[in-house]
């Protein structure tokens, strides 16, 4: 920490006479992403970057409004359920994709019937696969038929459910989505270079959406995976947004209030850790034991990490959900921070001595470092094993990683569908593979009756945390950084909108 506020006080005292907000004459807004994206293919993309870049090229059926939750209509006029498994939506007929395509029935169609076929790999499964395919009736009517009963399928319709047009998809395919993405949103997309930069644009042919159209002609996405790096092109002028920056730099950036706006919102992510209590990395490893992920959750002081590091309007959290998302029963099993049971439990365990393990993290290195130090303190030595969120999903989908520091933001969806449902389902990412909260979390997203879908899930985040199959962590909040000249309003789903952003 010392160190890193030393750098931080270096490029403060450098860059004080440097010149900035040099973006609004050429009407550029120019910001940065910490991490490179997997593709810019939206459906096989799995991080916060790449939805950001989703909201602003594609659009959805419906539209939720993020300051009311109201479901509106955007590439659909309306929709009505048929009945539990049906769901027929009017398109508009207004709509025209980027490279000139108009926007119909097979647009929709051909997505939804390319996506939720399993053959295809869309890399985050759970956002499409409760939907069986999509069916013409008319130029501008289809239906969308589910698998089964599924309540937040407008959620869903509304986020990451993206349509694509037909024609152009079925020529270039994921590979040349990646690299040329072409939607219907209020920005198109005028370069890519994967990983590095994306130059979007206004369109200009945009229709009458929701979602609102444009204030700022031109947005550049440039990858910096130094947050130092990044807080110094703010100074330079190179960048107009910062958004998630550390608190300890948040907080010395808000001390120049003639220079820079700071804000502070609520975020939909939560942070936890995962272990590979289904033994799939290694069958006789420690944390197959019950005893030793105990030891884990009590050897960490969260609230600690959370008031010395996190700060802002974060808050421990003990069952692995966002407390706004419908389901999340945070009335569970706890275990305070108790760094001698830990070590009791970890003799009880056979590990008197503690163990030797590889603990993996891909974000908050600050954080995990913490985790780690705690760790650490009660006997267990853990190897530092710090990868790009692509490497890392990759390697926990291989079954390669006994224990890791990670964060999820559930696409912002208000549902624990969207967490609970993708790491508790038996799938590649869930180290626990419980037969009985597996049946209990499937069976909660495949009924409508809202009264038996939180029994259910209420009883499959008590066996989560008595089994300690994770340990959640904290809330995130999320710090924004912008120039005196830009004016954003962030909202608590940790969406940053390219559209809600204009020059004051």
């Not at 939206?42 to 909201?55: D, H, K, M, P, V």
């Not at 995976?225 to 550390?246: H, I, K, R, S």
């Not at 030595?381 to 710090?386: C, E, G, L, V």
């Amino acid at each position: 920490m010392e160190l890193k506020t030393l750098m931080m006080g270096t490029v403060l005292s450098l860059a004080t006479a440097a010149p900035a907000f040099a973006n609004k004459a050429d009407d550029t807004l120019r910001l940065a992403f910490l991490k490179e994206l997997e593709s810019a293919d939206n459906y096989f993309n799995s991080a916060r970057e790449g939805i950001l870049i989703a909201r602003a090229v594609w659009d959805g059926l419906l539209y939720r409004d993020p300051d009311t939750g109201e479901f509106k209509g955007n590439l659909a006029t309306e929709w009505t359920w048929v009945d539990d498994v049906t769901i027929e939506l009017k398109l508009r007929e207004d709509v025209t994709f980027h490279n000139g395509e108009p926007f119909n029935a097979d647009d929709v169609v051909y997505t939804v019937n390319f996506v939720t076929n399993p053959d295809n790999g869309v890399k985050v499964s759970t956002n499409v696969n409760w939907m069986k395919n999509a069916e013409k009736i008319d130029d501008y009517t289809v239906r969308i038929n589910l698998v089964a009963p599924f309540p937040p399928a407008e959620e869903y319709l509304a986020g990451p459910v993206v349509m694509y047009p037909d024609e152009y998809y079925a020529k270039v395919g994921p590979t040349g989505m990646a690299t040329a993405p072409i939607g219907t949103g209020p920005y198109r997309v005028d370069r890519v270079e994967p990983g590095k930069l994306y130059e979007l644009s206004r369109y200009d042919g945009y229709h009458d959406s929701p979602k609102g159209e444009a204030q700022i002609g031109k947005v550049e996405i440039k990858t910096i995976p130094d947050m130092n790096t990044q807080v110094a092109e703010l100074f330079n002028g190179g960048l107009d947004f910062l958004w998630n920056v550390p608190a300890d730099q948040a907080e010395k950036l808000a001390e120049m209030e003639d220079r820079f706006d700071v804000v502070n919102a609520q975020a939909i992510r939560v942070g936890y850790i995962s272990m590979d209590a289904a033994g799939a990395s290694d069958p006789d490893g420690p944390m197959t034991n019950p005893k030793v992920r105990q030891a884990i959750y009590h050897a960490i002081d969260r609230q600690a990490i959370v008031d010395a590091l996190v700060k802002g309007s974060s808050e421990v959290i003990n069952a692995g959900c966002a407390p706004i998302q419908f389901g999340c029963d945070l009335s569970v099993t706890t275990y305070d921070y108790d760094p001698e049971k830990a070590k009791a439990l970890l003799a009880e365990a056979g590990y008197p001595d503690g163990f030797e393990i590889d603990f993996y993290a891909y974000r908050d290195r600050p954080y995990a470092e913490a985790l780690m130090g705690f760790l650490n303190a009660v006997g267990i030595k853990t190897n530092f094993s710090y990868l790009q969120y692509a490497a890392l999903r990759e390697k926990r989908e291989k079954k390669e990683v006994p224990i890791s520091f990670q964060t999820w933001g559930s696409y912002s969806l208000a549902d624990v569908s969207a967490i609970t449902g993708e790491f508790f389902t038996g799938g590649s990412l869930d180290d626990a593979m419980d037969p009985e909260v597996i049946e209990w979390v499937k069976a909660a997203g495949a009924t409508t009756d809202r009264a038996k879908r939180e029994e259910l899930y209420s009883k499959a985040h008590a066996k989560i945390a008595d089994e300690a199959y994770w340990v959640p962590l904290w809330t995130y909040n999320v710090n924004y950084v912008l120039t005196k000249e830009l004016d954003f309003d962030p909202t608590d789903d940790e969406l940053v909108r390219f559209v809600d952003f204009s020059w004051k």
